[in-house]
């Protein structure tokens, strides 16, 4: 090869590119790979977003729920109370008189515990920023115990499920007694009218026609139903006014901004605040003798505390 070829040669082999292996083969790896890891984490984040978004909703749902069904629990013990809140007598025997057959369906309800296990017993959600940064340096980073309520606070607190759910079985035991004193009231009307006694103005004489085991069971039921309604009649109240704000301490109402609120309740007509006053209580000495219970027992009996 002539000296100018081998000139030439080289400076052709000169003008190649020389292979860099960082830049033709590390690189572009690294830029693949880091992409890929950033379209992972803003998956995984997105998913993240969204089950916590659900999470809210299920739970706001849930409360929502219940809500509904203690006001449709309210609304019933009121019409039910509706046909006997005029009784003001202290004589067993003509309370139950002036109690009528209840003719409304007596239905039970269902509450399951498992839908509210999102409540906590204490506020966890809906934070705001500086209350996040304190949370975070006394308990993460200074390890200090969280305070948590007194077993008596718990116990009295809609935070309690337990309590919760005892308000909606105290409510299906006020159907189940409605509906077996609707029976014995429809028994005592029977028995009266053969003996062609229409009210209660005697009640020595109503007594002696109905006997002992009909007069007992009859007012005993009826107070049973009178002190219970009274009693759930207030539980279903405190509970309608006092739950929404517990359930959303919560629920991260940020994750579901476009649902608002739990809705609230605020009833201030006269008549229904009558209907909250329980009914006067009836002469323990006199029950007594008419159920063949102690003074005691037909006190404790006929008297509910929240």
């Known amino acids: 090869m002539s000296h100018d070829a081998e000139l030439i040669a080289k400076a052709i082999s000169a003008l190649q590119p020389k292979p860099d292996y960082l830049k033709d083969y590390v690189l ?4 693949a790979l880091f992409g890929a890891l950033l379209g992972g984490l803003s998956a995984v984040r997105i998913s993240k977003r969204q089950e916590l978004k659900n999470i809210a909703r299920d739970n706001f749902v849930a409360a929502n729920q219940v809500f509904v069904l203690a006001h449709g629990c309210l609304a019933k013990l009121v019409a039910i109370k509706s046909n006997y ?3 003001s007598s202290d004589v067993p025997l003509v309370r139950a008189g002036e109690f009528p057959t209840i003719v409304t369906k007596l239905e039970d ?3 399951n515990a498992h839908e509210l296990f999102f409540i906590r017993t204490r506020p966890t959600a809906n934070k705001s920023l500086w209350q996040k940064i304190k949370w975070t340096f006394l308990h993460r980073i200074l390890r200090r115990k969280i305070k948590q309520p007194s077993i008596d606070e718990l116990r009295k607190s809609w935070r309690n499920v337990v309590k919760i759910g005892a308000m909606f079985e105290n409510y299906n035991q006020v159907m189940e ?3 077996k004193r609707n029976h014995i009231n429809e028994r005592v009307k029977e028995v009266m009218s053969q003996v062609g006694i229409l009210e209660y ?3 020595n004489l109503v007594r002696k026609m109905l ?4 007069c007992g069971g009859f007012v005993d039921i009826t107070e049973s139903a009178i002190s219970l309604t009274d009693y759930v009649l207030d539980e279903l109240h405190q509970f309608l006014l006092e739950f929404p704000k517990i359930a959303e301490s919560n629920i991260e ?3 579901i901004k476009e649902w608002g609120h739990l809705p609230t ?3 201030k007509q006269q008549a229904f605040l009558n209907c909250l006053k329980p009914i006067v209580k009836p002469n323990y000495i006199t029950m007594s003798e008419y159920t063949g219970m102690t003074e005691a027992t037909v006190l404790k009996k006929y008297n509910y505390e929240r």
């Not at 572009?28 to 830029?31: A, N, T």
Request: hydrophobic residues 40%; glycine residues 4%.
């Open 265 to 267: 309740y605020h009833n």
């Open 85 to 87: 809140e005029h009784i």
């Open 211 to 214: 006997g002992d085991e009909l």
């Open 177 to 179: 007694l409605l509906r």
């Open 253 to 255: 109402l940020s994750k």
């Open 201 to 203: 103005r005697d009640v």
């Open 28 to 31: 572009p790896f690294v830029i």
């Open 109 to 111: 309800v269902k509450f």
